[in-house]
């Protein structure tokens, strides 16, 4: 088993790092443009292997595809992180060339690879890597709501007191501040409805802390956040090399599922090891769908200015 990150920046790296960690692979390879950041990353992450106990072999790779051949999951993560104030649709024009790039890459050496999107804006992101690489659509899968459910949980964990690891609860809709859709009806803390827990005020803010949460981290930090974002991106390569046939919200390509065509947006699916397996359907109430149909115009608009690039 082989699996390529390329991106190694701080979300990259970590997400490297917890891929070496569980030993989803024999081979990992850290991809980046930057002279000698992703060798002397992987050379580091290889000197944590006593420490840790893992067995995997992490590469480095100044922009040489070549050693990425025979991959059979690479992670993007490349492109600039968004900045104080920037928006994910700023992002667009500078991301786009660099991922549709990558992903070609990547496909002239593994061209049986499945292929993970953690570039934002993640919905277009992913959208574009689809629709330039001609792949099948359960072979590009965006990791967008992983990471948002999982933030949703830690704000729903705060406010009831409770470990998040107790709590099931799921975002879907775009993986942006105005357009994922937290579907609090839904969540549940060991099998009750987390609305036998919190007031409708308290459940309203959570809602809202979780939509503005990957801003909220960039406002404190000065960039875009990395452990969780890394530590999603790994989650969703490992129900994938191991088969897991497990549920998440990832943002995957729609042709009439949630009454929406020719889009790449957040529902839930099971991933297992050829990519999104099924999309499940959670039967949404008026006004979810009425949301999820604004979150997918959203991501349409987005999606209408790579006509211009």
């Known amino acids: 088993m082989k699996i390529t990150v390329v991106g190694a920046g701080a979300v990259g790296a970590t997400c490297a790092d917890n891929i070496a960690r569980k030993e989803l692979c024999d081979t990992l390879v850290l991809v980046d443009i930057k002279e000698g950041v992703a060798e002397g990353k992987a050379m580091d992450l290889m000197q944590t292997a006593t420490l840790l106990g893992f067995d995997t072999k992490v590469i480095g790779s100044t922009n040489d595809y070549e050693k990425t051949a025979g991959t059979d999951v690479a992670v993007i993560t490349s492109g600039i992180p968004r900045k104080p104030g920037m928006t994910r649709e700023e992002l667009i024009g500078i991301n786009a060339g660099i991922v549709k790039s990558v992903t070609e890459n990547i496909l002239k050496h593994s061209p049986n690879a499945i292929i993970v999107v953690i570039s934002n804006p993640m ?9 330039s690489s001609g792949l099948p659509k359960n072979r590009i ?25 107790d709590l099931h609860g799921v975002v879907i809709g775009g993986h942006g501040d105005t357009t994922m859709i937290p579907l609090t009806r839904l969540a549940t803390y060991q099998g009750a409805p987390v609305a036998n827990y919190l007031d409708p005020e308290t459940l309203k803010k959570v809602a809202a802390d979780t939509m503005v949460g990957g801003a909220t981290l960039t406002k404190l930090l000065g960039t875009a956040a990395w452990y969780a974002p890394g530590a999603a991106g790994a989650a969703l390569v490992e129900a994938i090399v191991r088969d897991e046939k497990k549920l998440f919200p990832c943002c995957v390509y729609l042709d009439g599922e949630y009454g929406q065509k020719d889009i790449c947006i957040g529902v839930p699916v099971v991933i297992g090891r050829k990519g999104i397996e099924k999309i499940i359907d959670y039967k949404l109430n008026d006004e979810e769908q009425a949301a999820f149909n604004k979150s997918a115009e959203a991501v349409r608009s987005m999606n209408a200015a790579l006509d211009s690039l």
């Open 141 to 165: 899968i965006g990791m967008g709501g992983i990471l948002d459910s999982s933030r949703f949980k830690y704000y729903l964990s705060t406010a009831i007191g409770c470990t998040s690891t």
């Open 123 to 131: 919905d277009t992101m992913t959208y574009l890597a689809l629709k």
